[in-house]
């Protein structure tokens, strides 16, 4: 069984899949963000008890996933967000998320279930500015899980 490092991983080294849609480098972001959940409660009233209210859960509340990266000219993940958005013609797909030790080997994983896109945001052109274009593409998703 391996020894846990003493050291938390480190959050810049990670790999990014989109379905078939990444190939040839299109999962290489800048940016990843958006691996959050949180449980709501719903308040209910007990009759004739009046120094408290229930409180129980409900299901959880995913953000949306945002990735930022250098815009690509003729990048099939955008052609498929503008398609999905353009045409209102979703295909979910499945995101996998790998942070990466210093070996290239995956210490976790995060798999997302039934991404689609629903935003695309191409950052603001300034010539005064030595800057790329970046462009960041937000999914909603049904929910994740950690797989390793």
Do not use: C
Not at 12 to 35: D, R
Not at 36 to 45: H, S, T
Not at 49 to 60: D, L, M, S
């Amino acid at each position: 069984m391996p020894v846990p490092s003493p050291y938390p991983p480190v959050g810049f080294y990670f790999k990014v899949n989109i379905g078939t849609l990444t190939a040839n480098g299109e999962g290489n972001f800048q940016e990843v963000s958006g691996l959050n959940f949180k449980f709501g409660v719903k308040e209910v009233p007990e009759g004739g008890e009046n120094r408290f209210i229930h409180k129980f859960p409900v299901p959880a509340k995913y953000e949306n996933l945002i990735l930022k990266r250098g815009m690509l000219i003729g990048s099939p993940l955008i052609t498929w967000a503008q398609t999905s958005v353009g045409q209102f013609s979703f295909k979910p797909v499945t995101v996998v998320i790998n942070l990466m030790d210093e070996t290239s080997a995956p210490i976790a994983t995060w798999k997302l279930i039934n991404a689609i896109p629903v935003g695309l945001n191409v950052s603001a052109f300034k010539a005064q500015e030595n800057a790329i274009a970046v462009e960041t593409l937000e999914l909603s998703f049904d929910y994740f899980d950690k797989v390793k």
